[in-house]
């Protein structure tokens, strides 16, 4: 069976420090990856998307992730987090032939210091 | 971004009700929606995957009969959660799907559903 691991449970960072959200799936076919992101009170909103092309993906608000299919990662990266970064993180993936189905890792809770 | 809609946002109810939650794409038609669970401080858990006109498909261990989903048009689905008990109190959440090309899945609000 696919499934996703998120390697860290809650990393807690000061501001202007570096952050990589490690995620790892298990799935030897074609995959297409994602890593969400849900601010406090609000609903899943997508930071970036990995289908095919380039595996280094640049999304929203700084954020970008390297997919490298012989480890089978996809990890989050951004090189200066701000407060406003706090919030919880997931990574997501979904099998080539199983429509728009996501297997959701555990998430990430992101605690940015000021 | 695409918009989804998800109502109610919050309901509490007694045990035994059956509570109905709406999930709407605003701004473009869905081929499919799908309804997860989440529990305080864990990930998202894919309870069906409905695609509109057909049975929904639900993942193991989902009782098709607990949770009703129905999905009439592209831009609406429906979650019934009948003769709900305390222990179906949780957060549940909606995405909405369409086929195509590098297409992510946009998701709803979420409801808190609180059984007591």
């Known amino acids: 069976a696919q499934s996703v691991s998120q390697h860290n449970h809650h990393v807690i960072l000061s501001e202007a420090a570096s952050l990589e959200l490690g995620c790892n799936y298990s799935?030897?076919?074609?995959?297409?990856l994602f890593w969400y992101v849900q601010y406090p009170g609000q609903h899943l909103q997508l930071l970036l998307k990995?289908?095919?092309?380039?595996?280094l993906v640049k999304g929203i608000k700084g954020f970008e992730a390297e997919f490298i299919k012989s480890k089978f990662s996809f990890n989050l990266r951004k090189p200066s987090v701000q407060w406003s970064d706090t919030a919880e993180y997931f990574c997501?993936?979904?099998?080539?032939?199983?429509?728009?189905?996501?297997?959701f890792g555990q998430g990430t809770e992101l605690s940015v210091k000021p | 971004g695409a918009v989804v809609s998800q109502h109610p946002s919050w309901v509490i109810c007694k045990s035994g009700t059956s509570v109905k939650i709406e999930c709407r794409s605003l701004?473009?038609?869905?081929?499919?929606m799908f309804w997860y669970r989440q529990f305080p401080k864990q990930s998202l858990m894919l309870m069906a995957t409905?695609?509109?006109?057909?049975?929904?498909?639900?993942e193991q261990g989902v009782e098709k009969d607990k949770f009703l989903i129905n999905h009439a048009s592209l831009t609406l689905s429906t979650l019934t959660v009948t003769s709900a008990h305390p222990e179906d109190s949780s957060f549940y959440i909606c995405?909405?799907?369409?086929?195509?090309?590098?297409?992510?899945?946009?998701f709803g609000d979420g409801t808190r559903l609180s059984i007591l």
């Open positions: 409905s695609n509109e006109g057909s049975k929904a498909t639900y």
């Open positions: 799935y030897g076919g074609t995959v297409n």
């Open positions: 995405s909405a799907w369409t086929q195509g090309a590098n297409q992510p899945q946009h």
């Open positions: 990995y289908f095919s092309g380039d595996p």
């Open positions: 701004d473009f038609q869905a081929t499919t």
């Open positions: 997501a993936v979904n099998a080539n032939n199983q429509g728009g189905k996501l297997i």
